[in-house]
């Protein structure tokens, strides 16, 4: 598994319940754009449009020896994803007012690019302050145990 990009802001500003895999519906210049790591997710969002999800706001830079001419860095792609983990999703989204959030984009086994996609509620502020407290804290002690 080779990771492409990563959402780091995702588990600062969510509190992250589910996370399922979904593939992406890209032509074959973003594909070799993406073995040069050129993309990131650090703005993009999930939307749900008429029973479908799109993955929103993600840059993926032209590859420089394409043919495409209508080649947009920044263009709405359909996420694959199955029928029951959809109606799954679909229903947290309007049930219990949940987002979907893009965690990470990767390159799996068969070199299929694949979305780590994350059902999550929005983090406070002082839920903030809290897992920052909680992260510091972790260095410290790593700290404290190496040198000991």
Do not use: H
């Amino acid at each position: 598994m080779k990771v492409i990009a990563n959402n780091k802001r995702a588990t600062y500003d969510y509190d992250i319940t589910l996370k399922i895999n979904s593939g992406l519906v890209l032509t074959g210049s973003e594909v070799k754009s993406l073995r040069i790591n050129s993309s990131s997710i650090k703005e993009a969002y999930v939307q749900e449009k008429k029973g479908e999800l799109w993955l929103c706001n993600c840059y993926i830079k032209k590859y420089n020896s394409s043919s495409d001419k209508l080649n947009e860095p920044i263009r709405q792609r359909k996420l694959l994803i199955s029928k029951k983990e959809l109606n799954k999703l679909l229903g947290s989204i309007k049930k219990e007012g949940l987002s979907i959030v893009p965690i990470s984009m990767y390159f799996n086994d068969n070199g299929l690019v694949k979305l780590n996609i994350g059902l999550g509620r929005g983090k406070k502020k002082y839920d903030k302050r809290q897992s920052q407290k909680l992260k510091d804290w972790n260095k410290n002690k790593q700290r404290l145990l190496k040198n000991n």
